[in-house]
């Protein structure tokens, strides 16, 4: 029989550092012999990545709200069925970069749709899949976008675009969303360096998988 995979997500606000740690995880798991998937929302599969450019698109700054949830949780129903759920069938550890919990906060609290709301949208496009384990990288909004500025490498998307008023609405509705799920959800404090960060949430992984 195979075993049961285990899906852990990264969340945070934007320049919190989730996509450089990851990666590092990523390559400590595969040299420790485990079968690993790395993935990220919205994208990880074609249609899911073509989706995404819609959404981030900064010539789309007319999207509504809704028409904005709604792409998400298209994007990510494509990504489970394809991608996520075969790999847990298959006994993988799934690392995900950002799932619905960034939808809750972004869309649900973000943009004032209501986190309930937005949660019963993506009810509908996820059924009972949910996180094992979801890491939140705990940084303030301003330090996140101050490090994206100094990122000449990183192109900015129409989120990072948004005012900073709206960054710390998003912060506020993941901090919402922790209270509701505190079994699920673990803080790191993401304003330490690479290094001290990558060792502090690779000892929350191991915990969730000894």
């Known amino acids: 029989m195979v075993q ?7 969340e945070g606000p934007e320049g919190a550092g989730k996509t450089t740690v990851i990666a ?8 420790e012999g485990h079968n690993i998937i790395l993935t990220r929302e919205p994208g990880g ?6 989706i995404r450019d819609v959404i981030l698109d900064n010539n789309h700054l007319e999207m509504d709200a809704k028409t904005e949830a709604l792409l998400y949780a298209a994007a990510r129903r494509q990504h489970l ?8 069938r298959d006994g993988y550890i799934v690392l995900c970069d950002r799932f619905v919990d960034s939808s809750l906060a972004y869309q649900g609290h973000g943009r004032g749709l209501g986190i309930d709301e937005v949660l019963s949208i993506n009810e509908f496009a996820i059924g009972e899949t ?5 890491i939140f990288f705990d940084i303030d909004p301003e330090v996140g976008l101050a490090r994206i500025a100094k990122n000449d490498e990183r192109e900015q998307n129409r989120l990072d675009r948004e005012s900073l008023d709206f960054h710390y609405k998003v912060y506020n509705g993941y901090q919402e969303i922790i209270r ?9 404090d993401a304003s330490l360096s690479e290094l001290e960060v990558t060792e502090n949430v690779w000892k929350i992984i191991c915990n969730q998988l000894m």
């Open 130 to 134: 949910m996180p094992d384990l979801t």
């Open 81 to 88: 069925a394809e991608k996520v759920m075969p790999a847990l």
């Open 24 to 31: 590092e995880l990523y390559k400590r798991l595969v040299s």
């Open 180 to 188: 509701r799920y505190p079994n699920r959800i673990v803080k790191t």
């Open 4 to 10: 049961k995979g285990v899906f852990i997500t990264f």
């Open 45 to 50: 599969i074609r249609i899911a990545e073509k």
